[in-house]
């Protein structure tokens, strides 16, 4: 009898301590130095505070520390979903929302989530923040009939496809516009957002090829189920029977209970955007806003203190992997920090451009900051280290300072979708129960055609002198 030949998947714990002892290796053989506004200096060598081989170790809870926000945001939100399942409210609204849609419109439906997420990717620069809302529009996505492929793309490729182009992104062009500024570049108090134009056309590309390779791949399996790249992962637990959904209503508890969470997503785009009563929200204050709307929807669902505290915890207990990866995968950005090698590392790369022509420089410059990205995910804090020392260097070899922060935004932004360093990919992958394996077998094309589109716009930018 054949034996049948067990399919073994990479497990994203193994997959980044890899990495992080890797490059703990790494630290007793690169030297340590400092990058402050664009002037490398080496440092000397001391084994006991650059090169400690118990920082591999150190790099895990580190790395969860560094991450904290995020941490407690995703188990925070894990606790509110759990209450919200509890009331009924999440099942009966998506079955509400299949009802109205149908099959005749759930084309239309997958396209507007894609848009609406890469708009907030591209315009508010938002990825993290989503982090509530990915649950939600998996269940939805599974609910409509397609596979959970096609639900963590929806999320994954529309924010961070948007955040790619970035019209008005202000973790990426903000910031790099704004050390711009501080370098004399670009005079004092400029628009952030010189140069809105061309990211706007590239915006409208990379979501529509966006769109358009998800719908391909998601009416091929709506078609035939047995194509589905993740057709042997049991995803019955996170999808809802829809067999009567012509039967469901909503109750006015429900209805209330769902007018919570609208309340808790309005109060986060107005704090997180213009800010309350002054003050601008950040990642914590979001967590704490849906702790609210989780225990006004326990006590709207007529449930008891302790069930609605049961609830909080039973949800984030089922959470604390996707908590635990997010905070492991910064171990990588740790381990060389504390070894203060990510300046070497950056500073050896970038000289690599010295002497090229324009165009190779520009593309050497995406190379470069695709690999980087693999080390430092956040784009504000790479971009901090790198803007200003690329810039100049792109301005002696005849790249314009807005071609550099295009170059950077691509170099950051594709790979986000890859990198499994980054571990807010790896929480929304996990939101669809999708392994990593075959988010690559999916991505990776896709990928392919992200880095022509920019190689493209990079030759657009340089005839016209962007």
Do not use: H, Q, R
């Given at each position: 009898m054949k034996k049948e030949k067990k399919q073994v998947g990479i497990n994203p714990f193994v997959l980044i301590f890899a990495v992080i002892f890797i490059c703990g290796l790494l630290t007793f053989v690169i030297t340590p130095g400092t990058l402050t506004d664009g002037v490398y200096t080496p440092l000397p060598k001391n084994q006991l505070n650059f090169n400690n081989l118990f920082n591999i170790f150190r790099a895990v809870p580190y790395g969860i520390k560094d991450s904290a926000n995020i941490v407690i945001l995703i188990l925070t939100v894990g606790g509110a979903l759990e209450v919200y399942k509890k009331t009924g409210a999440i099942d009966a609204g998506i079955l509400t929302v299949v009802q109205k849609f149908g099959k005749s419109s759930q084309t239309m439906l997958l396209v507007a989530l894609i848009v609406l997420f890469s708009a907030i990717g591209g315009f508010l620069g938002w990825i993290e923040t989503l982090i509530p809302f990915v649950p939600l529009v998996v269940a939805t996505?599974?609910?409509?009939?397609?596979?959970?492929?096609?639900?963590?793309?929806?999320?994954?490729?529309?924010?961070?496809?948007?955040?790619?182009?970035?019209?008005?992104?202000?973790?990426?062009v903000g910031v790099a516009n704004g050390i711009l500024q501080k370098m004399g570049v670009l005079p004092e108090g400029s628009d952030l957002f010189v140069g809105l134009g061309l990211r706007v056309i590239l915006w409208i590309v990379i979501t529509a090829v966006s769109t358009i390779y998800i719908l391909v791949y998601a009416n091929k399996v709506l078609k035939d189920p047995s194509k589905s790249l993740v057709a042997d992962i049991d995803v019955s637990d996170i999808r809802l029977d829809t067999t009567k959904a012509d039967e469901a209503k909503l109750t006015t508890p429900q209805v209330m209970v769902l007018l919570t969470i609208v309340g808790a997503v309005v109060l986060t785009v107005i704090g997180m955007k213009y800010g309350i009563n002054g003050v601008k929200w950040a990642i914590d204050d979001v967590s704490a806003v849906f702790l609210l709307s989780g225990i006004l929807s326990g006590i709207i669902g007529k449930m008891s203190a302790g069930d609605i505290a049961d609830c909080l915890i039973a949800g984030a207990k089922g959470s604390i992997g996707g908590a635990m990866v997010v905070g492991v995968a910064r171990g990588v950005y740790w381990v060389l920090n504390a070894a203060n090698v990510n300046a070497t590392?950056?500073?050896?790369?970038?000289?690599?451009?010295?002497?090229?022509?324009?165009?190779?420089?520009?593309?050497?410059?995406?190379?470069?900051?695709?690999?980087?990205?693999?080390?430092?995910?956040?784009?504000s804090g790479k971009g901090a280290l790198l803007i200003p020392i690329l810039v100049p260097i792109g301005l002696s070899l005849g790249l314009t300072h807005q071609t550099t922060v295009l170059a950077y935004q691509f170099g950051?932004?594709?790979?986000?979708?890859?990198?499994?360093?980054?571990?807010?990919?790896?929480?929304?992958?996990?939101?669809?129960?999708?392994?990593?394996?075959?988010?690559?077998?999916?991505?990776?094309?896709?990928?392919?055609?992200?880095?022509?589109?920019?190689?493209?716009?990079?030759?657009?930018a340089l005839k016209i002198g962007y």
């Open positions: 996505v599974l609910a409509l009939g397609y596979d959970a492929m096609t639900a963590v793309a929806v999320c994954i490729i529309g924010a961070m496809g948007g955040f790619i182009a970035g019209p008005t992104n202000l973790y990426t590392i950056i500073y050896s790369a970038i000289k690599l451009l010295e002497g090229t022509s324009p165009f190779v420089a520009a593309i050497g410059i995406v190379i470069i900051v695709t690999f980087i990205n693999g080390l430092i995910p956040s784009g950051d932004g594709i790979t986000n979708m890859f990198w499994f360093s980054y571990g807010t990919l790896l929480i929304f992958l996990s939101y669809g129960k999708v392994p990593l394996d075959k988010w690559y077998k999916f991505f990776i094309p896709l990928m392919g055609i992200f880095y022509v589109i920019a190689f493209v716009f990079i030759v657009i």
